[in-house]
Protein backbone atom coordinates (compact mmCIF):
# COMPACT_ATOMS: atom_id res chain seq x y z
CA UNK A 1 0.00 0.00 0.00
CA UNK A 2 1.48 3.21 -1.02
CA UNK A 3 1.87 6.32 -2.44
CA UNK A 4 4.79 7.36 -4.99
CA UNK A 5 5.23 11.12 -5.94
CA UNK A 6 7.34 12.55 -9.00
CA UNK A 7 7.07 15.60 -11.53
CA UNK A 8 8.84 18.11 -9.19
CA UNK A 9 12.18 19.89 -9.69
CA UNK A 10 13.46 23.33 -10.09
CA UNK A 11 11.39 25.91 -12.25
CA UNK A 12 11.46 29.90 -13.26
CA UNK A 13 8.81 31.96 -11.91
CA UNK A 14 5.84 31.84 -14.43
CA UNK A 15 7.03 28.46 -15.38
CA UNK A 16 4.71 25.14 -14.80
CA UNK A 17 5.11 21.49 -13.49
CA UNK A 18 2.97 18.72 -13.40
CA UNK A 19 2.96 16.36 -10.52
CA UNK A 20 1.98 12.76 -10.46
CA UNK A 21 0.79 10.39 -7.19
CA UNK A 22 0.77 7.20 -8.14
CA UNK A 23 -1.50 4.49 -5.66
CA UNK A 24 -0.99 1.07 -5.36
CA UNK A 25 -2.55 -1.62 -2.71
CA UNK A 26 -6.12 0.06 -2.04
CA UNK A 27 -9.00 0.81 -4.31
CA UNK A 28 -7.88 4.14 -5.53
CA UNK A 29 -11.67 5.03 -6.97
CA UNK A 30 -13.13 5.03 -3.50
CA UNK A 31 -11.33 7.59 -2.27
CA UNK A 32 -10.68 11.37 -2.49
CA UNK A 33 -6.86 12.18 -3.05
CA UNK A 34 -5.58 15.46 -2.01
CA UNK A 35 -2.54 17.46 -2.62
CA UNK A 36 -0.80 19.37 0.41
CA UNK A 37 2.84 21.18 0.85
CA UNK A 38 4.45 22.31 3.40
CA UNK A 39 7.26 24.93 3.26
CA UNK A 40 10.69 25.06 5.11
CA UNK A 41 9.88 27.14 8.70
CA UNK A 42 5.82 26.39 7.96
CA UNK A 43 3.63 24.07 8.37
CA UNK A 44 1.29 21.82 6.33
CA UNK A 45 -1.09 23.18 4.18
CA UNK A 46 -4.04 21.62 2.09
CA UNK A 47 -3.56 22.91 -1.68
CA UNK A 48 -6.20 20.90 -3.70
CA UNK A 49 -8.47 17.99 -2.95
CA UNK A 50 -10.82 16.00 -5.30
CA UNK A 51 -13.48 13.49 -4.53
CA UNK A 52 -13.32 9.85 -5.56
CA UNK A 53 -15.28 10.55 -8.99
CA UNK A 54 -13.57 13.71 -9.80
CA UNK A 55 -16.73 15.29 -10.02
CA UNK A 56 -15.83 18.29 -7.66
CA UNK A 57 -12.47 19.85 -6.63
CA UNK A 58 -11.04 21.89 -3.59
CA UNK A 59 -8.40 24.90 -3.80
CA UNK A 60 -6.64 26.59 -1.38
CA UNK A 61 -7.35 30.16 -2.66
CA UNK A 62 -3.53 31.12 -2.82
CA UNK A 63 -3.50 28.78 -6.08
CA UNK A 64 -6.95 28.77 -7.51
CA UNK A 65 -6.55 29.87 -11.01
CA UNK A 66 -3.23 28.47 -11.15
CA UNK A 67 -3.66 24.97 -9.94
CA UNK A 68 -5.72 22.11 -11.24
CA UNK A 69 -6.11 18.70 -9.78
CA UNK A 70 -7.04 15.85 -11.67
CA UNK A 71 -7.41 11.95 -11.47
CA UNK A 72 -7.40 9.05 -13.49
CA UNK A 73 -9.07 6.18 -11.41
CA UNK A 74 -7.79 3.91 -15.02
CA UNK A 75 -4.51 4.89 -13.89
CA UNK A 76 -4.91 5.06 -9.98
CA UNK A 77 -2.84 8.15 -10.43
CA UNK A 78 -4.04 12.03 -9.62
CA UNK A 79 -2.38 15.05 -10.78
CA UNK A 80 -1.66 18.45 -9.80
CA UNK A 81 -0.22 21.02 -12.90
CA UNK A 82 0.85 24.11 -11.66
CA UNK A 83 0.75 27.35 -13.66
CA UNK A 84 2.41 30.90 -12.99
CA UNK A 85 4.59 29.59 -10.45
CA UNK A 86 5.99 31.67 -7.52
CA UNK A 87 8.52 31.44 -5.60
CA UNK A 88 5.93 31.62 -2.32
CA UNK A 89 5.05 27.82 -3.88
CA UNK A 90 8.48 26.29 -3.17
CA UNK A 91 7.94 23.62 -0.95
CA UNK A 92 7.70 19.77 -0.62
CA UNK A 93 4.62 18.40 -2.46
CA UNK A 94 3.00 15.33 -0.93
CA UNK A 95 -0.33 13.76 -2.03
CA UNK A 96 -2.73 11.73 0.39
CA UNK A 97 -5.92 9.47 0.24
CA UNK A 98 -8.73 9.33 1.90
CA UNK A 99 -7.34 6.51 3.81
CA UNK A 100 -4.85 8.43 5.74
CA UNK A 101 -2.26 7.18 3.41
CA UNK A 102 0.62 9.78 2.79
CA UNK A 103 3.20 9.63 0.11
CA UNK A 104 6.93 10.92 0.69
CA UNK A 105 6.62 13.74 -0.99
CA UNK A 106 8.21 16.02 -4.12
CA UNK A 107 10.32 19.21 -4.07
CA UNK A 108 9.27 21.97 -6.07
CA UNK A 109 11.35 25.07 -6.54
CA UNK A 110 10.58 28.11 -8.17
CA UNK A 111 13.55 30.68 -8.83
CA UNK A 112 15.05 32.45 -11.23
Known amino acids: VQLVESGGGLVQPGGSLRLSCAAS????????MSWYRQAPGKGRELVARITSAGDSTYYDDSVKGRFTISRDNAKNTVYLQMNSLKPEDTAVYSC??????WGQGTQVTVSS
Open 96 to 101: SAGTGL
Open 25 to 32: GFTFSSYR
